[in-house]
């Protein structure tokens, strides 16, 4: 079955610690990858995506991941964390061809300053 | 942040009561989504509509019940829930169903609480 597994379920963090949460999905084929951030009391927004390409994706505020295929992952780094990253994050993966997006079961960062 | 916008923000509602929830897009997109987001679980895909007609039931039980009367909105109609059902319902809409390559934008969701 398609999945998308999030290991760190809660993340505490000081400020301008480097961040790495993993995600891991399992998928027959070929996969479009997203993290998603929802900031307290704030909607699902988009981080960034990988479609194809560049493997190293950057997204908005600093974020980026990197697609590795052959480990099934698609982790998402930064290299200094800010209080104001603090949020839930969520991978979702789409596959080729079908259009339910399958997310994880997200993970919550906390930032201390 | 107005692409995607929902109401009521927050709902309580006893099993007996019928209600509506309502997602409106504004970004010209012709697919629609309504999702469950429950505590300690992944988001969980419900319906799926693309130029109004549904494309996807996810296999939700009929007291769920969607409408989407145009490309820009899309409505869940509920009617005799379960506490079980408390939830955030969360709205998207994407360009189209673009087999994988579309992205899909969020609404802030509608925190429903079932008594």
């Known amino acids: 079955a398609q999945s998308v597994s999030q290991h760190n379920h809660h993340v505490i963090l000081s400020e301008a610690a480097s961040l790495e949460l993993g995600c891991n999905y399992s998928?027959?084929?070929?996969?479009?990858l997203f993290w998603y951030v929802q900031y307290p009391g704030q909607h699902l927004q988009l981080l960034l995506k990988y479609f194809s390409g560049d493997p190293l994706v950057k997204g908005i505020k600093g974020f980026e991941a990197e697609f590795i295929k052959s480990k099934f992952s698609f982790n998402l780094r930064k290299p200094s964390v800010q209080w104001s990253d603090t949020a839930e994050y969520f991978c979702a993966a789409l596959g080729y061809n079908t259009d339910k997006l399958i997310f994880g079961t997200g993970t919550r960062l906390q930032v201390f300053p | 942040e107005t692409g995607v916008t929902q109401t009521p923000r927050h709902l309580v509602m006893g099993m007996t009561n019928k209600k509506s929830l309502k997602c409106e897009q504004h970004l010209g997109h012709n697919a629609m989504y309504w999702y469950k987001q429950s505590a300690k679980k992944p988001l969980e895909l419900m319906f799926v509509?693309?130029?109004?007609?549904?494309?996807e039931n996810n296999s939700v039980p009929s007291r769920f019940s969607p409408e989407c009367p145009n490309s820009s909105h899309l409505f869940l109609h509920l009617h005799t829930l379960q506490p079980e059902d408390s939830a955030l319902y969360l709205c998207?809409?994407?360009?189209?169903?673009?087999?994988?390559?579309?992205?899909?934008?969020f609404g802030p969701g509608t925190r429903l609480l079932v008594l």
């Open positions: 509509y693309n130029f109004k007609e549904q494309t």
């Open positions: 998928y027959g084929g070929t996969v479009n």
């Open positions: 998207a809409s994407s360009q189209d169903l673009g087999g994988g390559s579309e992205t899909q934008y």
